[in-house]
């Protein structure tokens, strides 16, 4: 049995289950992660500034961090209006034959005060599928994905140690070290027909973060 093609009208002789075959929801072909930690070499027993002076200021350093990328995720598009009765965001629209992402870089697609109106899909891309037409857009869109995630969180570590067993280490962390937006899935945006579709404007985690802790251990 064919499956419906965009246009056609949606009827049982026409569907075929095997059309609804694609990428999962969570498919992410590319991900890195890297956890490197380096402690300095100065202070007592490293190979430079072994004195008990220069122990006490450049002793002790440690230097570590996070580094994550991953590719996006494929995009469920779905259709606001219900064209073939199966209740509201079950049909999906057509595909019109656009580019499905829109143009410029990283920042000039995501939505935020200096680009009100940016879109990260294009909507021109899409177009309704009237009233019995089961559209023919698949059911994970792989064209476009959602933004790539990219983050590098750094962290700096002092151990001072003091008389017997006792240490005091301060930690000073920093999260999204460059400081670069991360976004979340585009649930919710990712309706045809809807004002805010193919927006993503919805931040993943945090923006530059710092923070200081510090331990006494006996």
Not at 64 to 77: E, M, Y
Not at 147 to 163: G, T, Y
Request: proline content about 6%; hydrophobic content about 40%.
């Amino acid at each position: 049995m064919p499956a419906c093609a965009g246009g056609q009208a949606f009827t049982t002789a026409c569907y075929d289950p095997s059309s609804e075959y694609g990428y999962g929801i969570v498919d992410s072909p590319h991900r890195f992660n890297i956890v490197p930690v380096y402690e300095l070499p100065f202070g007592t027993g490293k190979k430079w500034a072994q004195g008990p002076t220069e122990d006490r200021i450049f002793g002790g350093w440690t230097i570590s961090a996070v580094l994550s990328f991953q590719s996006g995720f494929p995009i469920n598009i779905q259709q606001g209006a219900d064209a073939v009765l199966g209740g509201q965001n079950t049909n999906r629209p057509n595909l019109s034959g656009a580019d499905l992402a829109t143009s410029g870089d990283f920042y000039d697609r995501l939505a935020s005060a200096d680009h009100p109106a940016a879109t990260w899909m294009n909507p021109a891309g899409f177009i309704l599928a009237p009233f019995g037409v089961f559209g023919n857009a698949p059911r994970t869109i792989t064209d476009v994905r959602t933004p790539s995630q990219r983050n590098i969180d750094a962290a700096i570590i002092k151990n001072v140690r003091l008389a017997g067993t006792k240490t005091v280490t301060f930690r000073m962390e920093i999260i999204n070290l460059l400081n670069r937006p991360n976004v979340r899935n585009m649930q919710g945006t990712n309706v045809f027909g809807n004002a805010n579709f193919g927006r993503t404007s919805t931040q993943a985690g945090y923006m530059r973060l710092l923070q200081f802790t510090g331990r006494f251990s006996f």
